[in-house]
T-cell receptor
Framework: DAGITQSPRYKITETGRQVTLMCHQT?????MFWYRQDLGHGLRLIYY???????DKGEVPDGYVVSRSKTENFPLTLESATRSQTSVYFC???????????????FGPGTRLTVL | SQQGEEDPQALSIQEGENATMNCSYK?????LQWYRQNSGRGLVHLIL?????REKHSGRLRVTLDTSKKSSSLLITASRAADTASYFC????????????FGKGITLSVRP
């Protein structure tokens, strides 16, 4: 089915472990984004990508690594998970900037990550 | 840092009433977008208003934009219990990419 998917939906891990969250979109959107959502902070941008092999930092990139070898995939890796990375993670995609400015974003269902 | 700041943080109304939510921002924007998030789900785009537009309608939604005051409002008319959700404004202040900056959100509860 077309859309944007995330896996896993729920993940429990331990401090110090490496965790990879997957994101896949079927629209061939140029842009992809990773956000984290925490109570009191709203949605904060971690990393984004304008195209395959082009990534850039967002507001809170420390402790995270991304890659984008294919347009449709944008995995997010926590190299050594910490308790402060317990959060809900959302992936989103959008098309190119147009006459209206930034395009609308389409969000995945989220991954709830708990770091013990 | 947050570009958009929503107000109020929480709103509780009776079904059938109108709900008005506000968003203020700090820098010049190209467009402003409103999103809805149901509990446990991802955000869903509702409406986009460009900086040269003052008002836009979509079904029961009405969005206004006042660039001189750097503020926007989202009005939901004749609210329903199904409108219960969190609402976020997001601003496009970038010049070359499709990044948006989201506010912290407004929690709307519609009582049946």
């Amino acid at each position: 089915d077309a859309g944007i998917t995330q896996s896993p939906r729920y993940k429990i891990t331990e401090t110090g472990r490496q965790v990879t969250l997957m994101c896949h979109q079927t629209w061939s959107h140029s842009y992809m984004f990773w956000y984290r959502q925490d109570l009191g902070h709203g949605l904060r941008l971690i990393y984004y990508s304008a195209a395959a092999d082009i990534t850039d930092k967002g507001e809170v990139p420390d402790g995270y690594v991304v890659s984008r070898s294919k347009t449709e995939n944008f995995p997010l890796t926590l190299e050594s998970a910490t308790r402060s990375q317990t959060s809900v993670y959302f992936c989103a995609s959008s098309g190119l900037r147009g006459p209206r400015g930034a395009d609308t974003q389409y969000f995945g269902p989220g991954t709830r990550l708990t770091v013990l | 840092s947050q570009q958009g700041e929503e107000d109020p943080q929480a709103l509780s109304i009776q079904e059938g009433e109108n709900a008005t939510m506000n968003c203020s921002y700090k820098t010049s924007i190209n467009n402003l977008q409103w999103y809805r998030q149901n509990s446990g789900r991802g955000l869903v785009h509702l409406i986009l208003i460009r900086s040269n537009e003052r008002e836009k309608h979509s079904g029961r939604l009405r969005v206004t934009l006042d660039t001189s005051k750097k503020s926007s409002s989202l009005l939901i008319t004749a609210s329903r219990a199904a409108d219960t959700a969190s609402y976020f404004c997001a601003t496009d202040a970038s010049g070359a990419n499709s990044k948006l900056t989201f506010g912290k959100g407004i929690t709307l509860s519609v009582r049946p």
